[in-house]
């Protein structure tokens, strides 16, 4: 469950955070701005074959930078008054050993916008820096609940921790584990990175 505190101060802690929508307005999925034109996020949310009801393009998605609730009326400010910036996409490019699915640990995209964002991007880490055991991350977006409905709200949930990989690899949890993934795991229970979230560390 997330702390309320938490859940209030979403939008002007990640002005980063992302909205890929369908034409139709609809979110599809989570993207972080890593660049004033660049968006980093998974494989799938553009991949035609994982995405099969829908014919996916650059031209058929639109990302919405600044945003916090997915109902807002667009353009428009969001709830910290920032401006709410909406871009087509140029292209996207999907990682070269991507299969289709997220097993062999390739399941990244990055999405050239037709324009320059005003917001901040996410601050990259500079040399070797990876994710070690007991680092804490957040997981950020509009993840969907347990009863599969999507949150309006953006959200973030800050008691999720890395744990050794080990500790996630096996028959009885995810026997195909790669060096390139990470292993998470919330204080209360595991929450699913797949309904929607971004992991930020």
């Not at 401006?83 to 097993?103: P, R």
């Not at 990055?110 to 991350?137: C, E, W, Y």
Request: some cysteine; hydrophobic content about 40%; glycine content about 10%.
């Amino acid at each position: 469950m997330l702390e309320a505190d938490e859940e209030r101060g979403a939008c002007g802690r990640f002005p980063y955070i992302v909205s890929i929508r369908d034409k139709s307005n609809d979110h599809k999925c989570a993207g972080v701005l890593i660049h004033h034109r660049w968006v980093l996020t998974s494989a799938q949310c553009v991949d035609p074959g994982v995405q099969a009801d829908a014919v996916v393009s650059p031209q058929s998605l639109t990302v919405v930078v600044g945003g916090c609730n997915l109902k807002d009326e667009l353009p428009a400010k969001n709830a910290e008054g920032q401006k709410v910036e909406v871009f087509e996409l140029n292209n996207f490019f999907v990682h070269e050993n991507w299969t289709g699915s997220y097993e062999n640990g390739s399941d990244i995209a990055l999405l050239l916008l037709n324009g320059s964002s005003k917001h901040v991007p996410l601050a990259m880490p500079q040399g070797i820096k990876g994710l070690f055991a007991t680092d804490r991350v957040y997981f950020v977006g509009w993840g969907r609940d347990e009863a599969g409905r999507l949150a309006e709200d953006l959200r973030v949930d800050g008691d999720i921790h890395i744990v050794d990989n080990r500790f996630c690899d096996g028959d009885d949890a995810w026997p195909f584990l790669k060096d390139s993934m990470v292993c998470a795991l919330g204080v209360n229970r595991p929450p699913d990175l797949c309904a929607g979230n971004i992991v930020m560390p």
